[in-house]
């Protein structure tokens, strides 16, 4: 299975992560002039390969194959085409209407890869009178319910802030499960689909009892801590029936269960990355490598679509295909 | 979409020991029925009762199932003797590990209770049933993924392992750059707002700054990088508060929007009933049951 992968920060690069965890082989696509906003990071030092030291970034993309291909340039378009006729799986978070600037329009993809499934994730969907609102994953839990309901009974309203971003978390498991869905749709059909997922919409489907309860009349009030008696006490949450520790982070890494578990697993150079949310015993799932670094895997991902050393060195010598960000880290 | 047609799913979430499981399968349960499986849910002590009954049991046969099935889903203790091809089970640490537990309990072991709130106060759980129904969604993805692969599968989801994975930027702060991210601490410059009518979300980056300074008329330089926002919080709070108070969500929505800011305002499940852009793409069905949350090549799928 051949996964395109074009998403950005959390929301798209997690859940390519996942398929690349199920057996996947993924190539993550980044131009030159715009790579993954997570290799920009707080401590990047422009004398240094910053765009390849970003913790965050590193973390979510170990294992994947790295493309540095300009898509904003005809010559990089034409190139993705035919990334395009050889994948099943073209995963992207970019704003609404970028897709379509770099010729990869869903349903222009439809009809000329009828057998691609195109997995766009996007905040508000891609209709609808706010499809262009632009969010992060707080604004969507103001706007899709989850705020309102979270917080102190008498204060105001919480998110989750930097640090959570919570849908972007979450849209990762439902995307893709919703893409293996679709696998297996086509499976049956022959057909591929473009699904059209909104993280607001996601958002609220996991309140989905309030939603029902509000339509009856009975909407929830903020309960807090939660509406069973549940407590926090000396650093220890209570509920009836049982308490634990309210960990901060340095208390979950050094916690046994935590080192157990599967939530962060280690590259083979024992890195810390991002971990795998289930596990197969049939099939013991694990890190398959770290990070590549930008463009590193440009020629081989290159000669496998087709491209002739010629037409690979003529690609970079006009900077259509690259190892390296055009500009310096944002200060 | 109906991927799952003529599978036969058993959904033990009704007999679970403990809450976390239960709601954790009848999520997967439930998504499995809205893709197309026959999904047979046995009554039993932990049925969802209500709205939230309504919500997780849609789709679902309730009742016996028949003897053959392609998987079966629940905790340990239903799971004991049911044979089928593809198990998926849902524990607290792993296999066999399930002390008592609750959803607030795996916020708090987890660190996403610790992270979520302002630095004076609480922390928050996370409203609803976020822990486990994540559980379920990733149990979800698995099964599908074994049932496409054909033949036996036993998944295992450890609701502590899901909370965690949730939880990612923290764990990864602290075994990477060894910084312990803390509740409303170096990076809390996103919170909500009161306005006219209710809240909004103050939520946007650096490259925003501008245009958030211009929208609400701030000149104090001290509040021009966001290392004095953060170290002048109180101040900085209190300087634009007046500007959010004086209109209402809609309006304030309205203006960082024209200005590509990522505000938005809080509302709530009541609210979203009439919501434009959910009746725009016909996201909630009658009684306020809301759809799988995607359009595939346009069209909602059923379920």
């Known amino acids: 299975m051949r996964v395109l992968d074009l998403g950005w920060l959390t929301a798209g690069a997690a859940t390519s992560t996942l398929l690349l965890d199920l057996g996947a082989e993924v190539v993550k696509v980044e131009g030159p002039g715009a790579p993954d906003p997570f290799r920009n990071w707080e401590n990047a030092d422009p004398e240094r390969e910053w765009w390849n030291e970003s913790p965050w970034f590193n973390f979510t993309n170990r294992g994947k194959r790295s493309l540095c291909l300009d898509l904003k340039d005809p010559r990089g378009q034409a190139v993705m085409q035919r990334l395009l006729a050889r994948a099943d799986i073209l995963v992207e978070n970019y704003r609404r209407g970028v897709l379509a600037e770099f010729g990869l329009d869903p349903a222009l993809l439809r009809r000329r890869f009828p057998r691609l499934i195109i997995a766009s994730i996007s905040s508000q969907g891609e209709t609808g009178p706010e499809r262009d609102m632009v969010s992060f994953g707080s604004t969507l839990e103001a706007t899709g319910g989850l705020a309102a309901l979270t917080g102190p009974p008498e204060g105001p309203p919480i998110i989750t802030g930097r640090d959570v971003n919570y849908p972007d978390q979450v849209v990762c498991l439902f995307a893709t499960a919703a893409i293996i869905a679709a696998l297996m749709e086509r499976d049956r059909s022959g057909e591929g689909a473009h699904i059209d997922l909104s993280q607001r919409e996601l958002t609220s489907f996991l309140l989905g009892e309030e939603l029902i309860a509000a339509a009856e009349g009975h909407p929830s009030p903020r309960h807090g801590y939660g509406p069973n008696g549940e407590t926090i006490r000396d650093g220890m949450a209570y509920w009836p029936g049982g308490s634990a520790p309210v960990r901060d982070g340095e208390s979950l890494a050094r916690a046994p269960e935590f080192q157990a578990g599967t939530a962060v697993l280690r590259a083979p150079d024992g890195t810390p990355v991002k971990g795998i949310p289930f596990r197969l015993q049939s099939r013991p799932l694990s890190v398959r490598g770290p990070c590549r670094p930008l463009g590193a895997d440009n020629r081989s991902v290159l000669r496998e679509a087709g491209l002739t050393e010629e037409e690979i060195a003529a690609l970079e010598e006009a900077g259509v295909v690259a190892t390296r960000p055009r500009r310096g880290p944002p200060r | 979409m109906r991927p799952l ?159 965690c994975w949730l939880n990612w930027k923290v764990a990864a702060a602290m075994l990477v750059l060894g910084r312990i991210p803390r509740r409303g601490g170096a990076r809390a410059d996103w919170f909500t707002l009161p306005a006219a009518d209710g809240h909004i979300a103050l939520v946007y980056q650096e490259k925003d700054w501008p245009a958030l300074r211009e929208m609400l008329g701030l000149s104090d330089p001290r509040f021009d990088t966001r290392a004095g926002r953060l170290a002048l919080r109180r101040e900085f709070e209190a300087a634009i508060r007046p500007w959010f108070a004086a209109r209402t969500r809609e309006e304030i929505t309205r203006e960082a929007q024209a200005r590509r800011i990522p505000i938005g305002p809080v509302r709530h499940p009541a609210e979203l009933l009439s919501d434009p852009q959910y009746l725009a793409r016909g996201f909630l069905g009658p009684g306020g049951m809301p759809a799988l949350p995607f359009l595939v090549d346009g069209v909602r799928p059923h379920g």
């Open chain 2, 5 to 163: 047609a003529g599978r036969r799913i058993l959904d033990l979430s009704a007999q679970a020991a403990q809450s976390p499981h239960g709601l954790a399968a009848a999520m997967a349960g439930r998504l499995a029925a809205a893709f197309g499986a026959e999904v047979y849910r046995p009554d039993g002590p932990r049925a969802p009762k209500g709205a939230l009954g309504r919500f997780l049991d849609a789709g679902k046969r309730i009742g016996p199932a028949p003897a053959a099935v392609d998987a079966a889903m629940g905790d340990s203790g239903a799971l004991a003797g049911v044979s089928a091809p593809v198990i998926l089970r849902f524990s607290v640490f792993g296999p066999g590990q399930d002390p008592p537990m609750s959803e607030f309990g795996l916020l708090a072991l987890s660190g996403l209770l610790d992270i979520v709130g302002e630095a004076e106060g609480s922390p928050w759980p996370l409203a609803g049933h976020q822990p486990a129904y994540a559980a379920g969604l990733a149990g979800l993805a698995a099964l599908l993924a074994a049932l496409r692969a054909g033949g036996e599968e036993r998944i295992e989801v450890s609701l502590f392992d899901v909370t």
